[in-house]
Nanobody, 123 residues
Framework: QVQLVESGGGLVQAGGSLSLSCAASGRTFSSYTMGWFRQAPEKEREFVAAIMRNGGGTYYQDSVKGRFTISRDNAKSTVYLQMNSLKPEDTAVYYC????????????????WGRGTQVTVSS
C-alpha cells in the first residue's frame, strides 16, 4: 500500500477555484492509478476523477467535466485536482486514493486512501 495525505481544501464562493494536492509515500507512486473521490454529508462516497499510471489517460464524473482537471507529477509523487467554476453541490470531503488494479471507477477498486480534505462552496 501507499500512504496518502491530501491538502488544499477550504471555503470558497460559488464560481471560485481551489486546487487540491495529494502527496504519496511508500511504494512506487508511478505504478498506481490515482483517483479522487468525494463524500457529502449523508451521501455515498462518489468517484470524481482518475488518472492512469503514466498520466496518459484521465477520466471524470460527468458533473465535473470541463470544470475539474486531474494531473500528476510522478517525480514528486503527487496528484492534483484543479477545481474551477465551483458550485455549492461540490461541497464535500475530498479523498485521494490509489489502486494497482486495472479498475478505477468504484471505491472498492482502491486499497489506499487519504484522510480527506474538506471543500465548502458557499452560494
Amino acid at each position: 500500500q501507499v500512504q496518502l495525505v491530501e491538502s488544499g481544501g477550504g471555503l470558497v464562493q460559488a464560481g471560485g477555484s481551489l486546487s487540491l494536492s495529494c502527496a504519496a509515500s511508500g511504494r512506487t507512486f508511478s505504478s498506481y492509478t490515482m483517483g479522487w473521490f468525494r463524500q457529502a454529508p449523508e451521501k455515498e462516497r462518489e468517484f470524481v476523477a482518475a488518472i492512469m499510471r503514466n498520466g496518459g489517460g484521465t477520466y471524470y464524473q460527468d458533473s465535473v467535466k470541463g470544470r475539474f482537471t486531474i494531473s500528476r507529477d510522478n517525480a514528486k509523487s503527487t496528484v492534483y485536482l484543479q477545481m474551477n467554476s465551483l458550485k455549492p453541490e461540490d461541497t464535500a470531503v475530498y479523498y485521494c486514493a490509489a489502486t494497482a488494479s486495472v479498475f478505477f471507477l468504484h471505491r472498492t477498486d482502491y486499497d489506499s486512501w487519504g484522510r480527506g480534505t474538506q471543500v465548502t462552496v458557499s452560494s
